[in-house]
């Protein structure tokens, strides 16, 4: 079995991508309220700090800061996308081998984790989060996107309305 390098750090901050096994789906936001719940469930037990996020149709990103001496991200995940997989109709094609393993179709088995090293790659994560939906052609503005912690950020005054609309962002050094 593959072993993945992961850094667990108690009380760290990480920026996450997690993706739908079909990326032509739109499943994160055809069932927004269940995601949501999902989240919320998993909070209640496992305590977390959702710093920002964005959900897209086909994957979200999310900035998390786990609680003091806790460094399992990996549980939070696992339950997330099962409160998430259990509220959707079993629609989706399942291989043998995810059949094998009680698993559904709906989620990619891994996800993309990066610890957050200082002041200046939280804000660059951030920024990408919140500036997605205008990279992947959803929305011309960030602030226009629904699904989006740019909301909050407007409300607390931490950014404009018109925050992104200008070209310095799209040439950031962002991947995916």
């Known amino acids: 079995m593959m072993q993945y390098r992961r850094a667990f750090v108690a009380a760290g901050t990480y920026f996450f991508t997690v993706n739908l096994l079909q990326r ?32 897209l149709p086909d994957h979200l990103h999310a900035i998390w800061t786990l609680p003091e001496n806790d460094f399992d991200f990996a549980t939070r995940w696992r339950l997330i996308k099962s409160h998430f997989s ?21 989620w990619q088995r891994r996800y993309w984790e990066h610890l957050i090293r200082d002041d200046l790659d939280y804000s660059c994560h951030i920024d990408y989060i919140h500036y997605n939906p205008v990279k992947h052609g959803y929305v011309d503005k960030a602030v226009d996107w629904p699904y989006s912690s740019i909301h ?12 992104g609309v200008d070209d310095v962002l799209r040439e950031m050094p962002f991947g995916e």
């Open 152 to 163: 909050r950020f407007v409300g607390n005054g931490m950014i404009t309305n018109d925050w």
């Open 86 to 106: 259990h509220g959707i109709p079993l629609t989706e094609r399942i291989n043998a081998s995810r059949r094998h393993k009680s698993e559904r179709g709906i």
């Open 24 to 55: 032509d789906k739109s499943l994160l936001t055809d069932h927004i309220d269940l995601l949501r719940n999902a989240f919320r469930r998993v909070k209640l037990t496992h305590p977390f700090d959702i710093d920002a996020m964005v959900v």
